[in-house]
């Protein structure tokens, strides 16, 4: 009976989870299979695949709404909107490049399974913030639509976004419902060099707090980006506009240093390679997102070296922190602590092996209450725990 | 009381009403209970003020223990709560329960940390939306969601309904500027969800609180994200001879790459209305007028002013005004902002409702509507946000005459299933509530809230939070929880297998 399902709509999809909980069977579902080493290693004796779940249902770039079926490859999805002059704002990253797989591989499902987002999250929010609706099948093998198909809607609860981040362990998605925005006309960088970790984040948040409407803040120490440190600042938007903001920047930071400014494409290529966590690829050293408030980044990680051999580099302003252990030991306990220590934040496990990512809370250990609460939901959409089980927590 | 029903008070709870109300004086000591019914009537209604019901008992509690301990003994004892904050939703969504307490939040009134450096603020849920504003807007900074009512509604309340406003097509909706949540469940459990920092992997709890009406938990502290003011906002009164012009025109916005800050419509009865009430300078003679504003650098305020006034002209604007100061377009906003109460003088009473519709919709759904108001013989006046589909018909009635509230409410009913006729959804912004319970059936199938539902079992199995809002039929959750495949009597499916 082990085998690979693939199913071509979501009717079969109903059918194959209804199969599954019937059966007591647990399904893995993968639509290219390119996030497999993230999370928990899924043990299952079937697999649900979704790629041939694909194909743009309907697009209405003035409605900026697109509905996509779930296993449409994401490369494919960017390519549709970018010749209607549109973009997915939410600028989901490419864990490829990490992982040691091939660069834009992945689906539109897989996107919203793992609530991927890049450095826009901190102006443009995560592919939460650009769902609007979803049919799905839950674990019971019911199909259901929520949200909707226009872009204001608080008609009942936001199902579609609880889902995102849920690493199909509730529902497999069958069709998704986007918000698309209006590509920027052009875009630049403004680039700090030589600046210690603190005295960065000092500048990118003065930056964040001003009104240039900055659309990427990161900070890569000497030795991560080059061996100098360089400190980033993305603008974007029209012409006239992304100068005009790049010399308010100017005034605003003219105690951290005289700038450079990165031409379009060269913006471009620094972003995706921040995006994509590329100075960690290539290496098989684990590798932790840690997530904080951004004036503490670089105080969990001065705590941090003090115990652990770490390279880092931050984005978000500060508040993604990019870390790998040099020694190639995951070391759980001291980031997990440290970072409770530097204010508190959320620490996942994003690379590592299999016997790791078994043994150890790939995703941040949650309270008493909060983890009986996970349960409840996981089992009023997933009694038989057939979907994906044991991706997220163990028992979930 | 109209056709709305409300589940039927449960007896064996009225009749513990003593008991209940000593239980309640020990946990909340002193003026925070509320038992004379005189008392009480301040809470009988929120803004739909076409029902009223007085509460069992109001509990405003003072803390965080306060509010776990009142949840945990209505769980253990069977009495449902009704959690309200300002009591502005328009939707019905604060209605008080005659057999249930109310559970006012409007003692949590303190802006708790405000951290300009990671742009975060943490307030109680009792603070007003443009309260957190004020409370940061001496360094520049404001709080983006604003619905109409930001001067009075509680961010608690902006929480439970995912508040939005004239902003939310460029900043979002609440759900976007949310961070962290502290929260009370009705077991009396206290969750924090979130924080300062952007994401939180596990479950996206904070989504499935944020537009829950209050069906899911009680926030008893939130932390929200603040932004710098733009630079500058400018802002264009353009008037069209036909909607259908106006629509293209906003179509043509934002396929031209512009999202402006606010971009609001007026039909010819409101800009009429409107004008009448505050002198604007609103043109008369047309059809539809668009207010558009555009707010950012100063720079790009000026260059986007100019390309949205040649699409205007492209798509026949008869009327084109630009915003020269700032006090002009204070103007152009003072009629939009004062349409309501315009409204409220040309008719004695009037019913705002709430759908959205996919914009290029738009033509055909205002023809429609005046074929309904000829159906139901009663007026009525659009306002809407243009930017994202957002219709606010107001339906004008009085009701003095007997029959007009039901034929305002089932023109309303009318509406709204137009609008998920034409692929749009029932609510943009003001929620179900009891108002648009029954219409659910409309825009979802019975699977589809079944799935809705089981979220409120994982949250509130014994369904005591806010019950008869949003869903029109009370599944209990064990029958909920019956899984309705037996083993090895499903047929193989059909599917492809390698």
């Known amino acids: 009976m082990d085998g690979v399902l693939k199913p071509r709509d979501a009717r079969e999809i109903e059918n194959a989870v209804k199969w599954a909980a019937a059966e007591e069977q647990p399904l893995e579902i993968i639509g290219q299979g390119s996030k497999r080493g993230l999370g928990r290693p899924v043990q299952a004796a079937h697999v649900l695949d979704l790629s041939d779940v694909s194909g743009v249902e ?51 499902g897989g996107v919203i399974a793992a609530n991927l987002s890049g450095p826009r999250r901190l102006k443009a929010g995560a592919a939460r913030d650009h769902i609007l609706g979803m049919e799905a099948v839950s674990g019971r093998g019911e199909i259901f639509n929520s949200g909707g198909k226009v872009v204001k809607n608080v008609t009942g609860y936001d199902l579609p976004r609880a889902l995102c981040g849920s690493f199909g362990t509730l529902a497999v998605a069958a069709t998704v419902t986007l918000k698309v925005n209006p590509k920027p006309e052009t875009s630049a960088s403004f680039i700090l060099t030589g600046l210690a970790d603190k005295t960065a984040v000092a500048a990118l948040c003065k930056a964040m707090g001003s009104s240039a409407e900055v659309s990427g803040a990161a900070h890569l120490p000497a030795g991560v980006g080059g061996d100098e440190s360089q400190t980033v600042l993305r603008l974007e938007g029209f012409e006239t506009s992304v100068d005009y903001r790049f010399n308010s920047l100017l005034d605003l ?18 972003w995706q390679t921040i995006r994509d966590v590329t100075p960690f690829a290539g290496t098989t050293t684990p590798v932790w ?53 530097a204010g508190g934040g959320h620490a996942t496990l994003v690379r590592a092996g299999l016997s790791e990512r078994t043994n150890v809370d790939v995703f941040q250990p949650q309270p008493t209450p909060l983890a009986k609460l996970t349960q409840r939901l996981k089992t009023q959409f997933d009694p038989s725990g057939i979907l994906n089980p044991g991706r997220m927590v163990s028992g979930v | 009381m109209t056709a709305i029903a409300m589940p039927a008070p449960d007896e064996d709870v009225l009749s513990r009403r ?27 209604t929120d803004a739909l003020t076409a029902y009223r019901q007085l509460p069992l008992i109001v509990v405003l509690p003072e803390t965080v ?31 008080p329960l005659a057999d249930g ?52 509604c509680s961010i608690g309340g902006n929480i439970a309904e995912n508040s939005g406003g004239v902003h939310c097509l460029k900043y979002g909706l609440t759900t976007n500027n949310v961070l962290g949540l502290e929260m009370v469940l009705i077991t009396g459990e206290v969750i924090r969800l979130g924080g300062k920092h952007l994401d939180s992997e596990g479950y996206d709890f904070l989504a499935l609180m944020t537009g829950s009406e209050g069906l899911l938990g009680v926030v008893t502290e939130v932390t929200v994200r603040i932004l710098q003011k733009p630079e500058t906002a400018r802002a264009l009164l353009i008037g069209f001879p036909t909607s259908e012009d106006g629509g293209r025109c906003v179509a043509d916005i934002i396929a031209a790459g512009i999202i402006p800050g606010g971009m609001e419509m007026m039909d010819k009865p409101a800009i009429h209305a409107a004008e009448d009430f505050v002198n604007a300078g ?75 519709i996919p914009r290029r919709e738009l033509p055909k759904v205002l023809a429609r509507m005046r074929e309904l108001s000829e159906k139901h013989g009663l007026g009525v006046a659009n306002v809407f946000h243009a930017g994202d589909g957002n219709l606010h018909p107001l339906i004008l009635y009085d009701a003095n005459k007997p029959g007009e509230l039901d034929a305002a409410e089932a023109f309303g009913a009318d509406i709204l299933r137009l609008c998920v006729e034409v692929g749009g959804v029932l609510t943009g912004e003001h929620g179900v509530g009891i108002e648009k319970r029954d219409l659910m059936t409309d825009m979802f199938t019975d699977a589809d809230l079944k799935q809705q539902q089981r979220v409120k079992c994982a949250f509130d199995e014994k369904q005591l939070l806010n019950p008869g809002k949003v869903f029109p039929v009370l599944h209990r959750c064990a029958e909920l929880g019956k899984m309705h495949v037996h083993k090895g009597q499903l047929p193989f499916p059909d599917i492809p297998r390698f």
């Open chain 2, 101 to 152: 307490v109310l559970l006012s939040m409007m003692k949590f009134n303190q802006v708790l940390d405000i951290d300009f450096d990671n742009r975060a603020v943490v307030v109680q849920p009792g603070v007003t939306n443009l309260g957190i504003t004020r409370a940061v807007e001496d360094e520049g900074f404001y709080y983006a969601p604003d619905p109409s009512s930001q001067i009075a």
């Open chain 1, 289 to 341: 997102r840690v997530s904080l408030a951004p004036t503490n980044g670089p105080g969990f990680i001065e705590m941090l070296r003090r115990q652990i051999k770490v390279q880092a580099f931050y984005d978000w302003s500060g508040g993604l922190v990019w870390l790998t252990v040099a020694d190639g030991l995951v070391h759980e306990t001291e980031i997990r602590e440290t970072l409770e220590a």
């Open chain 2, 282 to 356: 609103y043109p008369r003679d047309v059809e539809a007028l668009l207010i558009v504003e555009l707010d950012g650098p100063e720079k790009e305020v000026d260059f986007l002013i100019g390309r949205v006034e040649e699409i205007a002209r492209a798509n026949q604007a008869s009327h084109v005004r630009i915003s020269q100061s700032e006090e002009e377009r204070m103007t152009f906003w003072a009629g939009r902002k004062a349409a309501f109460p315009a409204v409220g003088r040309i008719s004695p009473d009037y019913l705002c409702m709430d759908g959205t």
């Open chain 1, 253 to 270: 930071l003219r105690q951290y240093g005289r700038p450079n400014r990165l031409d379009e494409a060269g913006s471009r290529s620094l």
């Open chain 2, 18 to 44: 003593q008991d209940i109300l000593k239980a309640l004086k020990s946990i909340v000591p002193g003026e925070g209970v509320i038992h004379e019914e005189r008392e009480m009537r301040a809470y009988e």
């Open chain 2, 65 to 95: 223990d306060q509010v776990a301990r009142v949840l945990k003994y209505c769980h253990e004892n069977n009495v449902k709560v009704v959690p309200r904050g300002a009591g502005t939703s328009l939707s019905g969504g604060a209605l």
């Open chain 1, 58 to 108: 309907d697009y209405e770039p003035a409605e900026l709404v697109l509905t996509v079926k779930a296993g449409t490859p994401i490369a494919e999805i960017e390519r549709l909107v970018d010749e209607n002059g549109q973009e997915l704002s939410f600028e989901p990253m490419d864990y490829g490049p990490l992982q040691g797989s091939e660069p834009g591989m992945g689906t539109i």
